[in-house]
């Protein structure tokens, strides 16, 4: 999610950061490697903190009330144009993504502060004031700390939620309207119900925790619903360790 925990808004690069992040980079070329895949970009949900990602990570969702054209001001002048802000958030996004991908323990938090600093160099690549730009931010993030949600991503990669029950519990209301309520579907979830797929106690050889679809820390990008790192079910597939 884009600009951090609902309970403290936090769009600040910490010291460090910056130069920590770029050594993982350095050290884990499968970062950049998976920053890069091919990707979609949606605007037609609601994403409770702005945007988010998928459970595969090949889409993300920017909410559908932000506007995606916004007045930053540019460094070199100090003039404000008109400038399309998609393209940095969607570097915060993916950039925290395949943190989770790479990293499965690192806690969100962590991620986020990597994915800021992204998203600030990308900004300032651009030639705009960082300033400028959490200012605009700052706006969608009022916004939406108040909104309904009506219709959320069905396959939402929820991982940012943690430790928020209450939001979550909102949003798992809105992807069920999103997959057919009372509303109409706007698309069928791709995920299978626990019992078709023989969801069960597993093996310490064969587990969700070391499953290639496991997402920190108790979803499956495959299966509905919370999952125990204990369990396993039959589209089990082994993570491939890291060299
Ligand atoms: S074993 Fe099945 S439920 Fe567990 S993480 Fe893998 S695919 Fe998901």
Redesign the pocket.
């Known amino acids: 999610m884009s600009t951090g925990d609902l309970n403290f808004y936090d769009d600040n690069v910490k010291p460090g950061i910056p130069e920590e992040y770029h050594r993982l980079l350095r050290n884990h070329p499968e970062i950049q490697k998976w920053i890069s895949r091919d990707h979609q970009v949606s605007h037609r949900f609601d994403c409770p903190l702005v945007a988010c990602s998928n459970l595969l990570g090949n889409r993300q969702y920017i909410d559908r009330h932000v506007k995606l054209v916004r007045p930053l001001i540019r460094d070199r002048d100090g003039k404000t144009i008109m400038v399309k802000i998609t393209p940095f958030l969607i570097t915060h996004e993916r950039v925290e993504k395949a943190l989770l991908v790479v990293f499965p323990t690192m806690p969100y938090e962590r991620r986020h502060h990597f994915a800021t600093a992204a998203e600030k160099e990308h900004v300032e690549r651009e030639g705009f004031r960082w300033t400028s730009y959490k200012e605009e931010m700052r706006k969608d993030i009022k916004a939406d700390a108040r909104e309904k949600l009506d219709i959320c991503p069905p396959d939402m990669d929820e991982t940012p939620l943690d430790g928020e029950p209450t939001l979550l519990i909102r949003v798992h209301e809105a992807q069920a309207r999103a997959r057919g309520g009372a509303k109409g579907a706007f698309m069928k979830s791709s995920k299978k119900p626990k019992a078709s797929?023989d969801?069960s106690r597993g093996h310490p050889s064969s587990r969700?925790g070391i499953?290639n679809?496991?997402l920190h820390s108790r979803w499956?990008a495959?299966?509905e619903g919370q999952?125990d790192p204990d369990?396993?079910?039959e589209?089990?597939?082994k993570r491939k360790e890291k060299k």
Request: proline letters at 0%; aromatic letters at 38%.
């Open positions: 797929v969801y969700c499953c679809f496991f499956c495959l299966v999952i369990y396993w079910c589209l089990f597939e």
